[in-house]
């Protein structure tokens, strides 16, 4: 099993950014792929963006292009996203899933583990 807690968010103006981070606890010895996924109010969950277990491929969806960006420290077994630009669109519960499974599906029912999410709110 394994645990992920987010953390990092808040509110914040748009235009702003927020750094959110996803630790991962247990069994972390696996090459987890990481991704964020978002859920805004009366919304379903969405992919937001991935990384696999080296860092040497990302994935993401095209609201988060140019804008997000994906990191992961594996010493630390953490992930990050970094939120630049921040729209009002942005609005929503952001979820920290790890998958094993390969190759990296950008779905919910490709992840095996999930966190409790991290409200991020953008404010006009």
């Known amino acids: 099993q394994v645990q992920l807690v987010e953390s990092g968010g808040g509110l914040v103006q748009a235009g702003g950014s927020l750094r959110l981070s996803c630790a991962a606890s247990?069994?972390?010895?696996?090459?987890?792929?990481m991704a964020w996924f978002r859920q805004a109010p009366g919304k379903e969950r969405e992919f937001v963006m991935g990384i696999n277990w080296s860092g040497s491929s990302t994935y993401y969806a095209v609201s988060a292009r140019g804008r997000f960006t994906i990191s992961r420290d594996n010493a630390k077994n953490t992930v990050y996203l970094q939120m630049n630009s921040l729209k009002l669109e942005d609005t929503a519960v952001y979820y920290c899933?790890?998958?094993?499974?390969?190759?990296?599906?950008?779905?919910?029912?490709?992840?095996?583990?999930w966190g409790k999410g991290t409200l991020v709110t953008v404010s006009s």
């Open positions: 247990g069994r972390t010895s696996g090459n987890y792929a």
């Open positions: 899933a790890a998958t094993l499974r390969s190759p990296f599906r950008a779905t919910s029912d490709a992840m095996d583990y």
